[in-house]
C-alpha cells in the first residue's frame, strides 16, 4: 500500500492577491514535509474556473515547484485534460516530458476528459466527443514520448512528421493513469493497460466490485503504451489526530466543506444532454454525501479521518478490496490551520505507514 | 462559500404570488411536450436571485415552454423563465416570470404552486427542422425561441432540474415571502436534442430587465408524462437554505 497527496488547490473568498500564494505555499510546504516523511505521490489536478473548489489550471507548474523542493516523492498530473480545446497533444507530450527530465523520472501521467459544463462550456469544448479525443489523445502520447519522429493524422488532430523534444526521462516512459468517477471508466483504463485513478470516496462495497472487475478485465488488454500500470489508486480524506472525536469533528467539516463546493458545479450532464455523460459522475455522490443519505457514510469507517487506531483500519479496508495506493485531501478553502495539516502528516507517518510496511509493494 | 443572491426583498414582494394555502393538491398531467432551452447569462443576474441560493457557475437560464393536452384546468401551455442556482447542494431553476395560455392555468399555477404567472399568448409549434416557441403578451411578442436540427436522443440523458417559486405563502398563522419548491417527476416517451435559438426575449416582460442571453448551451425537446405535485419544502429567502429550509409534509403525493 502507498500513500499520496492530492491536490484540488482550493482557495476560499475573498481572492486577495495573498490568498492564492498563501494556499500554493501551504501546499508546497506540506509537499515537502510529505516527502521527508515517506509518502510516495503527490498528485495535481487540472481545472479551470471552479471558483473555491480548485484554482490548479496549471498543475504542470504546482508539480514542477514541488519537484524542486523534494528527492523522493513522485509528481502525478491528476488529470491532464485530454480534449482539444484544453490541450493540444504535441505540448502534453513536451510539457510532461519536461517535468519527467527536471523532476528526474518522478513523473506520473494521469489522463481524463473533464466532467463539467463550467470547463466544457468555458473551452467551447463539445461534451459528445471528448471520450473519442481522450481515446486518441492516450494513444498517441507513448509514442510521442518514445519515437524519435512522430506523425500522425486523426480525427481530433494531426502533425507532419516532426522531432518532439525532449524525451522522457523514464524508460520507456512514465506511468499512465485515468481519472475514474463515472461506473464503467474503470473499464476502459483496464481495456487499455492504464492505471485506475479513483477519484470517489468511500463506498468499499461498490468499489469493490470495480476493482475486481478491473483486474479481470486488465489480464486481456491491448496496452497504448509500452507496459501495463495494472495499478488501482483512490482519493480520500486525511485529518489524524490523537483525540479521535476531535479529528472526526475537524475531518467531518473538512469533508463536508470539499462536497458541498463540489456540488456548486455544473456537472455536463445537467446542463447539455449527452450519451458521452450517461452518469452523472462524481458530483451528486458528493451532492448525496453533503446533504443527503449517505451524510453520515463521511464519518464512516473509509475515510482517514479520526485517530491513528481508526485511520489504520480503514486504509486495511481499502487495502483488502483491492487499492494499491490511496491519495489524499489535506484540506478544503484552508478551514484547517496549516500547522495542524502538518501534525496530522506527521502522526499519519510515524503511526500509520508503519501498519503497512510489510504489505505487498511495500511504504 | 459561495455566493448568493442578492435579491432585496422588499422591492420585491410588492408583486408576488399569493399561495391560498399549502395543502395544493397535485396536478397528473401526461403527455406534456416539454422545450427546454440553456443559456448562459452575466454573473449580475445574482440581483435577481434570492440569498438563500447561490448561483449556478457560471450563470445560465432556462426557458421552458410546455404543452400540458391534460390537465384538472384544461389544456393550456406554459412558458416560464428559470434563473439556474443551488438551494445548498441541490440544483434549482428559480421561476423569474411565467406566462399561461388560459387565465384559469395562469391562476391556479399562481394559487397552487407560487408561480409567477399571467396569461398570454403562447404556442409551441414544430416543424421537421425545428421546434419553435413564441409568447405574445398584450399582442407584442416577448419572447421568440427555437430548437433547431433536433437530434433524436435518450430521455434517460435529460437532467430536469426542479423549479422553486417565490411566493407570499401563509405558515404559523402568517403570511410571508416564502421560496416553494416544485419537483415534478418525469416519465420519458420521446427526447431529442438541438440548438438553442433565441431571436427575442424582453428581458423587462421576463422579470428581468437588462438581461443580456450569452453562450448558448443546449437545447432539448421531450415528450413525457409528469404532474406537480403537492408542496413538501419552503425555505426562507433570506436565509441560506441549509439554515431556512421548512418540511410541510414527507410525500408529495395525494394523502
Known amino acids: 500500500m502507498k500513500f499520496g497527496l492530492f491536490y484540488e488547490i482550493s482557495v476560499p473568498r475573498p481572492w486577495t492577491r495573498e490568498t492564492e500564494r498563501t494556499v500554493y505555499n501551504n501546499a508546497l510546504e506540506q509537499v515537502k514535509l510529505a516527502d521527508e516523511l515517506g509518502f510516495d505521490q503527490v498528485w495535481a489536478v487540472e481545472h479551470h474556473f471552479l471558483e473555491e473548489y480548485s484554482h490548479c489550471p496549471a498543475p504542470e507548474l504546482f508539480l514542477t515547484a514541488c519537484a524542486m523542493v523534494t528527492k523522493k516523492i513522485r509528481v502525478g498530473h491528476g488529470i491532464v485534460v485530454c480534449v482539444p480545446e484544453f490541450n493540444h497533444p504535441i505540448k502534453i507530450a513536451e510539457r510532461t516530458a519536461t517535468l519527467d527530465i527536471l523532476s528526474g523520472g518522478r513523473l506520473e501521467v494521469g489522463t481524463g476528459r473533464s466532467a463539467t459544463w463550467t470547463e466544457l462550456g468555458g473551452f467551447r469544448s463539445d461534451p459528445d466527443i471528448t471520450k473519442k479525443s481522450w481515446d486518441e489523445f492516450v494513444r498517441c502520447l507513448p509514442k510521442m514520448w518514445t519515437q524519435e519522429t512522430y506523425s500522425y493524422q486523426g480525427e481530433f488532430w494531426s502533425m507532419p512528421e516532426r522531432c518532439i523534444i525532449p524525451k522522457v526521462y523514464q524508460k520507456p516512459h512514465p506511468p499512465m493513469w485515468v481519472a475514474v468517477t463515472s461506473p464503467g471508466t474503470e473499464l476502459d483504463a483496464a481495456d487499455r493497460g492504464l492505471g485506475s485513478l479513483g477519484l470517489t470516496f468511500g463506498q468499499f462495497a461498490e468499489q469493490e466490485k470495480r476493482i475486481a472487475e478491473y483486474r479481470r478485465r486488465i489480464q486481456l488488454c491491448d496496452p497504448v503504451g ?60 458528493l451532492r448525496r454525501q453533503a ?5 453520515n457514510e463521511q464519518a464512516g469507517e473509509g ?61 | 462559500m459561495p455566493l448568493f443572491g442578492t435579491l432585496e426583498l422588499p422591492t420585491a414582494t410588492a408583486h408576488l404570488p399569493t399561495l391560498r394555502n399549502l395543502d395544493t393538491e397535485p396536478w397528473s398531467l401526461p403527455k406534456a411536450e416539454i422545450l427546454q432551452l440553456a443559456l448562459e447569462v452575466s454573473r449580475s443576474t445574482l440581483a435577481l436571485l434570492p440569498k438563500a441560493l447561490h448561483p449556478a457557475i457560471p450563470s445560465y437560464v432556462t426557458i421552458w415552454v410546455t404543452r400540458y393536452p391534460e390537465s384538472p384546468v384544461g389544456p393550456f401551455l406554459l412558458a416560464q423563465l428559470r434563473l439556474m442556482a443551488r438551494a445548498g447542494a441541490h440544483p434549482r431553476g428559480f421561476v423569474l416570470r411565467a406566462y399561461a395560455s388560459t387565465p384559469e392555468a395562469a391562476s391556479a399555477l399562481t394559487q397552487r404552486w407560487g408561480l409567477p404567472a399571467a396569461a398570454a399568448t403562447v404556442t409551441l409549434k414544430r416543424r421537421h427542422d ?27 440523458d435529460v437532467q430536469y432540474i426542479h423549479s422553486v417559486t417565490l411566493a407570499q405563502a401563509p405558515i404559523d398563522g402568517k403570511t410571508a415571502p416564502w421560496l416553494v419548491q416544485v419537483d415534478p417527476r418525469y416519465t420519458f416517451h ?20 437588462g438581461l443580456t442571453l450569452q453562450n448558448p448551451i443546449a437545447c432539448t425537446a421531450c415528450t413525457c408524462d409528469t404532474d406537480l405535485p403537492r408542496i413538501r419544502f419552503v425555505m426562507d429567502p433570506d436565509v441560506p437554505v441549509v439554515r431556512g429550509t421548512r418540511k410541510i409534509r414527507d410525500s408529495r403525493e395525494a394523502e
Open chain 2, 130 to 156: 425545428r421546434v419553435m416557441a413564441q409568447v405574445l403578451q398584450a399582442g407584442v411578442p416577448v419572447l421568440d425561441a427555437a430548437l433547431v436540427d433536433p437530434q433524436p436522443i435518450s430521455g434517460g
Open chain 1, 226 to 285: 509500452d507496459f501495463v500500470n495494472d495499478q488501482v489508486s483512490t482519493v480520500n480524506f486525511l485529518y489524524c489526530n490523537e483525540d479521535d472525536e476531535k479529528a472526526r469533528a475537524t475531518g467531518r467539516r473538512m469533508a463536508d466543506t470539499f462536497n458541498y463546493l463540489a456540488s456548486q458545479l455544473i456537472s455536463a450532464r445537467e446542463a447539455y444532454p449527452s450519451r458521452s455523460y450517461p452518469s452523472l459522475g462524481l458530483l451528486p455522490q
Open chain 2, 190 to 209: 420521446k427526447a431529442e436534442r438541438g440548438r438553442p435559438e433565441v431571436s427575442r426575449l424582453d428581458g423587462e416582460a421576463w422579470g428581468a430587465p
Open chain 1, 303 to 363: 475515510l482517514g479521518l479520526g485517530g491513528p487506531e481508526r485511520v489504520i483500519r480503514a486504509m486495511k479496508k481499502w487495502e483488502a478490496v483491492g487499492v494499491d495506493r490511496v491519495n489524499f485531501l489535506l484540506n478544503t478553502l484552508e478551514i484547517i490551520p496549516q500547522e495542524d495539516v502538518l501534525a496530522s502528516l506527521r502522526l499519519f507517518a510515524k503511526e500509520v505507514m508503519p501498519a503497512f510496511r510489510d504489505s505487498k509493494g511495500g511504504n
Open chain 1, 291 to 295: 446533504t443527503g443519505p449517505d451524510a
